[in-house]
Structure formats: C-alpha cells, structure tokens
C-alpha cells in the first residue's frame, strides 16, 4: 500500500518503505525529501510567485555545478509532460558513484514546483518507475485541483 504526501498545496504518492526524510521551509521556498533506504531521494518544493522557470532552472544548475566538478546535463526523453514544464538530467561523479538527479519544474498558478528525483546510476535505473508514479500521483492530483 503506497504512502501519501499532502501538503505545501500537493499530493503525490510514494512507497511505504521510504520514508519522510525532511521538511524544509526558507523565504524562497517550501518542500519535503522522501527518501528510499538506498539513498534515492525524491525531493519536492514549492516556489512561490516565480514566474520564469527558466531563471530557476539555470539556478539549479548553476548550484549543481558549483558542487559537483563536471556535470553533464542533458534532456531526458519522454518526461516533460507538455510546453509548461522543464527537465533536465544531471550526472556527475561523487564518491567514484555515477549519480543521476533529474529535475523537473511544474508551473503551478503563480508558483513553480520544483522535483528532484536522485539517485547512483544503478539505483536510478530500477527507481526510475517508481520515480515516474510519483511525479504522475502529483500531476493527477494538480489536474484534478484544475477542474
């Protein structure tokens, strides 16, 4: 039976094994960290009145490669739900473990939410299901906020 998320205006499912790791709460930002007992993390917060996500983006990336020497970023294929939203795969070395974080930025109203799905390259690969229910159980929710 799957866990649930609500709140920070969300809902999202995730697995009953993992558990919630943090909360975290700036001027900038609200969210929460989920965390599977391998070290994967699905990490969510919410931006509120940020308009461009774009400008957040690249500030992510920015603080990526500020941490990690030689971060490849790319586009991964099949995630971006529609023109909206922003995604991006970032791998770079840490502890000689190939780490995979993929970022993905959803307008919400006036708001950007900002889920970053990360794990070593092996456990990204048999995660990444998982990591595709949680972002739907999140899309579902917001569409059916919409209507």
Do not use: C, H
Request: proline fraction near 4%; charged fraction near 30%.
């Amino acid at each position: 039976m799957p866990a649930t998320f609500e709140d920070f205006g969300v809902r999202f499912l995730y697995p009953d094994n993992w558990e919630l790791a943090e909360r975290t709460a700036t001027e900038e930002s609200v969210g929460v960290t989920i965390e599977a007992p391998d070290g994967t993390f699905f990490a969510f917060n919410r931006y509120p009145g940020q308009v461009s996500a774009l400008t957040l983006m690249d500030q992510v990336e920015a603080a990526m490669r500020e941490e990690y020497d030689e971060v490849e970023i790319s586009r991964p294929e099949g995630v971006e739900a529609d023109d909206e939203e922003l995604a991006r795969d970032m791998e770079f070395y840490y502890l000689d473990l190939l780490i995979i974080s993929r970022t993905v930025l959803i307008p919400e109203g006036g708001d950007l939410l900002l889920i970053q799905m990360q794990s070593e390259s092996r456990d990204f690969e048999k995660n990444e299901m998982v990591f595709a229910a949680m972002l739907k159980s999140l899309r579902d929710y917001l569409a059916e906020k919409e209507s």
